[in-house]
């Protein structure tokens, strides 16, 4: 199993900045791809970034210029840096990982996800 477990989420004001993290543990041989994607009450999960090991990234439109994802592949943790945050932007944020394990092979794993709430 790939375990991925989310920080970094909070209250924040409309304009402001915020910064998530996700780490992944366990048995590990490799991670292709790492993001993030969020879930809004009553709306379905949709993706926000997602970058690549070798450093490809893709944003949602509504995300692109505000969003920045960056990844440190040495310790299987992937980052969400969010500025100019909206209220739109209020969701529950979750990190996903496209890994493979020394015993169970490939697959697409997922945190617990983190509440980021954007409001004045």
């Known amino acids: 199993q790939v375990h991925l477990v989310e920080s970094g989420g909070g209250l924040v004001q409309p304009g402001g900045s915020l910064k998530l993290s996700c780490a992944a543990s366990?048995?590990?041989?490799?991670?292709?791809?790492m993001g993030w994607y969020r879930q809004a009450p009553g709306k379905e999960r949709e993706l926000v970034a997602t970058?690549?090991?070798?450093?490809?990234?893709t944003y949602t439109d509504s995300v692109k210029g505000r969003f920045t994802i960056s990844r440190d592949n040495a310790k299987n943790t992937v980052y969400l840096e969010m500025n100019s945050l909206k209220p739109e932007d209020t969701a529950v944020y979750y990190c996903?990982?496209?890994?493979?394990?020394?015993?169970?092979?490939?697959?697409?794993?997922w945190g617990q996800g983190t509440q980021v709430t954007v409001s004045s």
């Open positions: 996903n990982a496209d890994g493979m394990t020394y015993y169970s092979g490939s697959g697409l794993y």
């Open positions: 366990g048995s590990i041989f490799s991670i292709s791809s």
């Open positions: 970058m690549g090991h070798g450093g490809k990234k």
